[in-house]
C-alpha cells in the first residue's frame, strides 16, 4: 500500500497472515507504528483497530461473519391475532431512576453464589462498555458485538437489536445473534433498510424454521411484547403461554420453541432507540426434563437492562456524531461558497470595468482606450481562471503525472512568467539556478503550478518594500537526494501566529486580494510527491519558502515511494 505522507517510511509496516489471525509489524520505521494510540512493533489486529502511520490513519477491518441472509430478514414480529404470539409477562421492570443494578438485592452480600454471579455480571458490563468507545466501522458491529456478549453471558440462544428509525419510527432488526455461531453483521449500507415482516402466519413461521435448526430459521418476537415495552419504557420477562387460558390446551409451543424471553428498552438520554431481545429455545425432550423450573431471572433482567442502556447512549452518541459532522460538512460548504462568491465578485467587477473602456473605446474609436480596457479584462481572466485551477487541484484526488524533467526548465519558465507582472510594480525577480543539477521523473505541470502560486505570494508581499526582490532559487540535496526549490522575498515577513495557518485552506493575511487557496494547492501537490514545504520568516525582513521533494529516478518509480523521512 502506497501512502502519499512525507511521515511514512519507505517500507513503514507490514500486515501478515497468521492462521486467521493478522498482524501488523512495524519495520523499524522513523516515527513508529500506532495502534489505537499506543506505540507497538507488532499487534494481532482486530476488526475495528485504528492504524495510525505518520499522519495517515487507517482502520482494520475483516470481512462480515454475515450469513446469505439480512438480519431484517431473520427476526419476525408475531401478532396475537394470528394465534403464533403465545407470551406471557411474568416480570417487568421500570427503568427510572438510573441504573438498574444499583437496586441489586442485599441478599447478594450474604451468598457466595450471588456474589461470583454479580462480579461476572460487572465483568461483562465492563466489557459491554468498552465495546461502546471502541473505535469501529460502524454502529451496527458494536450492537452486534453487545448482542453476542449479552447472549453468551446471560444464558440465552437467541436474540437481536431493533433500532427505530429517527425518521419514520419503524422498529427494524440490525443485529441478531445465536449462542456458539458467528456473528450476523449486517451491511450498514442496508441497517435500516428493511422492515419487520408482520402477519405472518403460524404455518409460514413453521416452515420457516425447521426442527433443530436453531441458527439458521427467523426469530419471532412478539409484537404485544416489544410494544408494551417500547410504550411503557420497562424492561420484561416473558414466558410460554403453556399455563395461559388465552390458548387451547392442545395448541402446541414445541412449533415456536421458546420457552422464555426477555425484552428490554433501548433508552437513551432524550429518545427512544429500540430494544433489545433475548429468548431461550427448548425442544419438547428439554422442556419434559426442565418442567417450569425458569432460566431466566430477575438478577438477568436488570443486567439486560444495563446492557441496554450502554447499547442507547452508544447509539445516541453515534447519531450526535453523525449530525455533528453533517453540520460541519454544510457549514464548510458555506464558508467555501461564500469565500469563493466574494472572489469571483471582485474579479467580475474588474471585467465590468475593463468591458466599460473597451466599450468606450470602440464608441470613440480610441484605440489606447480599447488597449487599456483589454488589459484589464486580460488580467482578470487570469485570475478566476487561477482560481478555477486551484479549486479543482485542491478539491480532488489527482495522480501526479510523471514524467522525465529537468526543474531548472520549469522553474525558469515560471520566472519568466512572472516577469512581465514583476516589471509592473517593478520588483526584481531574480533566478538563479543550480549547476549540474540531475535530471528527475516529477509531474512537470503540478510542480510549476506549485511553484507559480509560492513566487505570486512572495510577489503580493513585496509591493510596499523600498527595494523590491524575489529571488528563485534550484538545488539538489545530495546526501539525502532530495530536489529543492527556494523562492525567498524581501518583504513585510509574516508573523509567528500567523506561521501555523499559512497553508490551511481560506487562510490568506492579503484580504480581499487573496484567495487563501494558493498556498494550500502548492502543499497538496509538494505531498502527492512525498515532499513537503517548510518556512522561514522575519518580522520587516521577508520570508524564505522551500520545497523539497525526494528525487525519483525514472517513471516506474511512483510518488510516495520515497518519502523525507527516508532521508
Known sequence: ????????????????????????????????????????????????????????????LQGDHVGSRRAADR?????????????????????????????????????????????????????????????????????????????????????????????????????VGFRGQ????????????????????????????????????????????????VKSLQAVRTSDARHDSRFETGQSIVRAGIREAMCVPLQARHELMGVVYLDITSSAEEMILLGDQPRFSEEQLRV???????????????????????????????????????????????????????DLGLGKTDTELIRKGWGIVDKNQGKIYNLVMDM?????????????????????????????????????????????LPTSTFDPEGIHRAILNVVSNAMDAVEHADDPRVVVQTGFDEPRDL????????????APENLSKMFLMFESTKGARGTGLGLAVSQKIIREHGGDITVESQIGKGSRFVLTWPRLEDETQMPGMRTLVDG
Not at 441478599?107 to 466489557?127: F, K
Not at 440462544?157 to 443485529?175: F, H
Not at 461564500?338 to 475593463?354: D, M, P, Y
Open 1 to 60: 500500500m502506497r501512502l502519499l505522507d512525507t511521515e511514512v517510511s519507505r517500507t513503514h509496516a507490514a500486515i501478515e497472515r497468521e492462521g486467521d489471525k493478522f498482524v501488523l509489524k512495524d519495520r523499524n520505521s522513523s516515527n513508529g507504528t500506532f495502534v489505537n494510540g499506543a506505540q507497538v512493533k507488532s499487534r494481532t489486529l482486530k476488526p475495528g483497530d485504528q492504524i495510525q502511520i505518520g499522519r495517515t490513519i487507517l482502520q482494520f
Open 75 to 175: 427476526v419476525e414480529l408475531l401478532h396475537q391475532a394470528d394465534g403464533t404470539d403465545r407470551s406471557s409477562i411474568v416480570g417487568q421492570m421500570a427503568l427510572t431512576g438510573g441504573l438498574p443494578l444499583k437496586d441489586l438485592p442485599a441478599a447478594v452480600s450474604n451468598n457466595t453464589d450471588a456474589r461470583l454471579q454479580a462480579t461476572m455480571n460487572l465483568q461483562m458490563l465492563y466489557r459491554i462498555s468498552e465495546e461502546a468507545v471502541r473505535p469501529s466501522s460502524s454502529m451496527t458491529q458494536i450492537l452486534q458485538r453487545m448482542l453476542d456478549l449479552a447472549i453468551e453471558t446471560l444464558g440465552a440462544d437467541r436474540g437481536c437489536v431493533l433500532l427505530r428509525d429517527a425518521e419514520t419510527e419503524a422498529l427494524q432488526a440490525v443485529a
Open 182 to 229: 458467528e456473528s450476523t453483521i449486517q451491511d450498514e449500507s442496508s441497517s435500516l433498510g428493511a422492515s419487520f415482516r408482520e402477519g405472518t402466519s403460524t404455518k409460514e413461521a413453521s416452515a420457516a424454521k425447521d426442527p433443530g435448526e436453531k441458527t439458521t430459521g427467523r426469530i419471532p418476537v412478539s409484537r404485544t411484547i416489544v410494544d408494551y415495552v
Open 304 to 358: 439486560l437492562a444495563a446492557i441496554g442502556r450502554q447499547a442507547a447512549l452508544a447509539v445516541e452518541n453515534q447519531r450526535f456524531q453523525e449530525a455533528f459532522v453533517k453540520s460541519e460538512r454544510l457549514a464548510a460548504m458555506g464558508q467555501t461558497i461564500a469565500t469563493l462568491s466574494h472572489h469571483i465578485k471582485n474579479i467580475l467587477q474588474g471585467v465590468r470595468g475593463g468591458s466599460y473602456l473597451i
Open 392 to 436: 479543482l487541484t485542491f478539491s480532488k484526488e489527482r495522480q501526479p503525472e510523471m514524467k522525465l524533467s529537468q526543474l531548472n526548465d520549469v522553474a525558469q519558465d515560471v520566472v519568466e512568467l512572472m516577469q512581465p507582472q514583476a516589471g509592473e510594480v517593478e520588483t526584481k525577480l531574480i533566478f538563479q539556478p543550480a549547476t549540474q
Open 483 to 494: 530536489l529543492w526549490v527556494s523562492v525567498e522575498d524581501n518583504g513585510t515577513g509574516i
